[in-house]
């Protein structure tokens, strides 16, 4: 079934249309029809053979795998995070871009559900949790 398209080109692109017609003998509809099966065949951006290197690479690196831990899948650690329960007194660092007192390190004065109150060189200021990264006493 073939079914009719308008499409407008550009001066250059339309002349390289046809050039390229005239190059390869084909009509225009029978051109640009034979650009996009072949784009639609192979990615344009992946080659036959980097996608063999590839997979070639991928199967010697599950091959490895298996042979040093018994199973075709990498171990993989998971981070662990610490995470502490703000309390009075606890020296926080602000993370709040929008804040005056962004990146500084401050003094938890008073600690709710959401938010927290800290001491900064103004007097206190409210945060949410989230915005205040605790700070070891080192």
């Known amino acids: 079934m073939i079914n009719p398209v308008e499409i407008h080109l550009s001066d250059r692109a339309l002349s390289l249309l046809q050039q390229t017609c005239k190059a390869q003998a084909l ?4 051109l640009i029809e034979k650009l996009l099966l072949d784009a639609a065949a192979q990615p344009p951006w992946v080659t036959q053979s ?4 590839l997979e070639q690479r991928l199967v010697k690196l599950i091959e490895q795998n298996l042979q040093n831990t018994g199973s075709p899948l990498p171990a993989i650690a998971s981070p662990t995070v610490a ?4 309390q009075i007194g606890d020296l926080v660092k602000i993370k709040d871009a929008d804040s005056d007192f962004f990146n500084q390190v401050v003094v938890i004065t008073k600690v709710g559900m959401a938010r927290a109150t800290v001491q900064t060189p103004r007097g206190e200021v409210s945060f949410l949790k989230r915005d205040l990264h605790y700070q070891t006493q080192d």
Request: hydrophobic letters at 35%; charged letters at 10%; proline letters at 8%.
């Open 83 to 86: 995470i502490h329960q703000l």
């Open 50 to 53: 980097q996608l063999q290197e």
């Open 27 to 30: 009509t225009p509809s029978a």
